[in-house]
């Protein structure tokens, strides 16, 4: 473990971040994540730091210097300073007075596509020509309909929009045609890259095309190859066209076709399993790229009737040359990034592709926009060969390659619950992967990976200081105990029991220990609402439920949702007993105090101490308590303490140590005993290493056989949250001493 890959920036130059040479591909292959940058620091001065702002299409300069992307709520073109990629300053925000729909730059302006409609029946919108420095809107061309995607030729000479006129989804179930329908808009630029036809823009006809809904179609998204062909997606008819921008004919068109994704989940349940498959669905692609000027690559994320769950490589005829099937899938699944809530819709739904050439090579960049993460591969001209996984942050949507300065930006969405959107950068040259740091291996009895999330506990083996034990939360339906291997770089899930037996539907499984006479100790957490008890479970080696332990009736009802998150065995006084970290306070608590429960299984009896919470740090408020208990012998105790922050308003995420030498635990009604506590580590530090959203729940504790002291987060099954697992070697325990 203590080889786990936590460099920054190994072997790149100062030259390289900064725009003035590249790294070599034979000694450099990968991105490594070097800034995220919350969206909410280029509101206005004295703007309301909680207003919303948006991060959706992302597009720059020609010379990678300047950022542009698109605030939908904020109606804003937003330019930011990319001179320092590892330390992005505001520029300016344009105001629009509508909704940027996507956003693309020329050597001379900015170009927006604002949607300008009042209802689905008059729609409207145009063309915003914007100063390459975010100072002003020099002109506005009228696009005839509502826009969506933007795009303009690599010489300059033409501008092409997608104009959707998208249909009401509450209008007879969404089922196409719905009038008006879309079109391509095209505008013939000048050496100034000033619309020479602004006020009579081109227009090229698109109905008749397409097998579905043919006077309806709806231009999704727009790409432009150095042939000045735009390959066009309109998604909804599941149908692809391709247009000559200089004659504004359509040369070529197709059906999109359907694909398959086998041993991938599809239940209405929480689980990230290979229950099935996805069999002769639709593509209806979203977004598209040019790879050269006879190929090009879909992202076919779907919309009313498909989304086949994966990309598909096309030439200019329209034949399929690669479809990745269940690739995107299982790549959520062994790295934990599944959004199991969306497995009978349509799944990590593949929205955004970008390709760019790198180290010499041309790469592919296909982002989920549910599973938060972006996959690299490389072309080869046939089937493309996949290179690395990449973590971002909630909802990816708009990708964007700047291969002059080894650069790759992300535009990450969403900005709700607490979560803020961002702009990810990322940095070609290094030599390995930063991320993932747990991957899984193939499940025996499906064709597929073992599918994992929410890693909510960690206990090392006592005889072996490779293996780990994990459980995870009550996200999902299956609550297991994982096998970790943590000798390999990234750790191996190679193995999972199921938990079977529990008198309720569903645990909470928050804490896992070794028990010392065979299996483990389980805490699961309890939620009164919900019909979940506050549980400490002994159960075997094979997940059987063998004893479930309550608290006394008159402290249950003193309880409330924040309780058993850690657990542990320890030894006292020649008794094996059982500690319990409650995470919070409960009503029978004095504030910034929580219990710490003390089980004695040879007397079937409950004694509690208190522990001292740490008072709130973060400007955001919140709450601190406990998420970890971890025994270090002879008394002593490593506790996991963390506020409910993430982001920049993250401020506690600490390791202490307490003893229980000398205190005698309370039955249940007497005073407890205020145990002492020590600060011993801070690991905020250790989780802004990898340069994203400082993650809120580091939730998992333990210190191996061999002493070292392994952290893992949380990752709330990719709902709502980055999805981001993160496994530390934090060095040996006696750090704690």
């Known amino acids: 473990m203590a080889n786990m890959r936590g460099r920054l920036l190994k072997g790149v130059s100062l030259a390289v971040l900064f725009g003035a040479g590249a790294v070599s591909a034979a000694h450099a292959d990968y991105f490594e994540r070097i800034n995220t940058y919350p969206v909410y620091k280029t509101l206005p001065e004295g703007a309301d730091r909680a207003t919303e702002t948006v991060a959706e299409i992302i597009s720059a300069s020609k010379d990678g210097r300047t950022l542009v992307f698109t605030d939908s709520p904020g109606e804003a073109v937003v330019f930011v300073n990319a001179a320092n990629p590892l330390n992005l300053q505001p ?78 989804e509450d209008l007879n179930d969404g089922v196409l045609p719905q009038m008006p329908a879309g079109h391509l808009a095209v505008f013939d630029l000048d050496e100034n890259g000033v619309p020479a036809n602004c006020d009579a823009v081109r227009i090229v006809d698109m109905t008749g095309l397409a097998d579905v809904a043919p006077s309806d179609p709806e231009p999704e998204f727009v790409s432009v190859n150095s042939k000045n062909q735009a390959v066009v997606t309109l998604q909804e008819n599941n149908h692809i066209a391709i247009v000559d921008l200089a004659s504004g004919k359509v040369v070529a068109d197709f059906s999109a076709g359907t694909a398959t994704a086998e041993n991938v989940p599809v239940k209405k349940a929480r689980l990230s399993d290979a229950s099935g498959s996805s069999v002769d669905v639709k593509r209806e692609p979203d977004a598209v790229a040019w790879i050269d000027d006879e190929r090009f690559v879909t992202a076919n994320e779907g919309d009313y009737e498909g989304g086949s769950r994966g990309f598909t490589i096309w030439n200019a005829k329209g034949e399929v040359l690669f479809d990745s099937g269940n690739q995107i899938e299982h790549m959520a699944m062994a790295n934990g990034h599944y959004p199991a809530k969306r497995a009978h819709k ?36 046939g089937e493309p060969e996949y290179l690395q996984f990449l973590p971002t942050h909630v909802g990816p949507e708009g990708l964007y390659a700047i291969p002059n300065r080894d650069l790759f930006a992300v535009a990450n969405e969403v900005d709700e619950d607490g979560v803020r959107a961002h702009v990810s950068l990322y940095q070609f040259g290094a030599e390995a992967p930063a991320y993932p740091m747990v991957v899984s291996g193939m499940d025996p009895e499906r064709q597929a990976p073992i599918g994992w999330g929410a890693l909510s506990g960690l206990a ?51 804490g896992i220990a070794i028990a010392a006479d065979g299996g483990f100790w389980l805490a699961s957490e309890g939620n009164l609402e919900k019909e979940r008890q506050h549980l400490l479970l002994k159960v075997s080696a094979d997940g059987d439920v063998q004893e479930e332990i309550t608290l006394p009736d008159e402290l249950i009802a003193q309880s409330k949702r924040f309780s058993f998150e850690g657990v542990a065995e320890f030894e006292m006084n020649g008794q094996t007993l059982v500690a319990v970290a409650v995470q919070r306070e409960w009503k029978d608590d004095p504030k910034g105090f929580t219990k710490i429960a003390i089980y004695n299984p040879a007397e079937k009896s409950w004694g509690f101490v208190h522990y001292p919470l740490d008072a709130p740090k973060s400007a955001a408020g919140g709450w601190v308590g406990l998420s970890e208990i971890v025994s270090l012998g002879n008394g ?63 939730e998992g504790l333990t210190v191996t056989a061999g002493g070292r002291l392994i952290l893992v987060t949380d990752n709330d099954g990719v709902d709502d949250a980055p999805g981001e697992t993160r496994l530390f070697d934090l060095g040996p325990a006696t750090r704690l001493d």
């Not at 919108?125 to 690599?154: F, N, R, T, W």
């Not at 989920?368 to 690299?376: D, I, K």
């Open 346 to 381: 349509k799944g990590t739904e593949p929205e955004g592709v970008a390709v760019g050439k790198f180290g010499g090579e041309t790469l592919i960049f296909v982002n989920s926009e549910r599973g938060n993460f972006v996959a690299v591969y490389k072309d080869t001209g």
């Open 91 to 168: 520029m300016g925000r344009v105001s629009l007075g509508g909704e940027p729909t996507s956003v693309t730059v020329g050597a001379k302006a900015a170009y927006a596509a604002v949607n300008t409609s009042e209802n689905y029946v008059d729609a409207s919108g145009y063309l915003g020509v914007l100063a390459l420095d975010g100072s002003e809107m020099s002109a506005k061309c009228d696009v005839k309909g509502q826009p969506d995607s933007i795009a303009l030729s690599a010489d300059g000479k033409f501008l092409a929009v997608a104009i959707e006129n998208e249909r009401d």
């Open 460 to 510: 090392g083996d006592p005889k072996d200081a490779n293996t780990v034990y994990a459980v995870n939360d009550s996200f999902y339906e299956d609550a297991r105990i994982y096998t970790l291997d943590i000798s390999t770089s990234p750790a191996q899930i190679v193995s999972y029991k199921s938990v079977r037996g529990a008198s309720q539907e569903r645990l909470d499984l928050e």
């Open 636 to 698: 002593r105790f490593a506790v996991l303490e963390r506020d409910n922050k993430g982001g920049e308003d993250a401020a506690i995420k600490q390791i202490t140590t307490i003893s229980l030498n000398g205190v005698s635990p309370a039955a249940y009604g007497e005073e407890l005993p205020v145990l002492e506590k020590q600060f011993a580590m801070d690991i905020l530090p250790v989780l802004a290493r990898g340069k994203g959203w400082v993650l809120d729940k580091p």
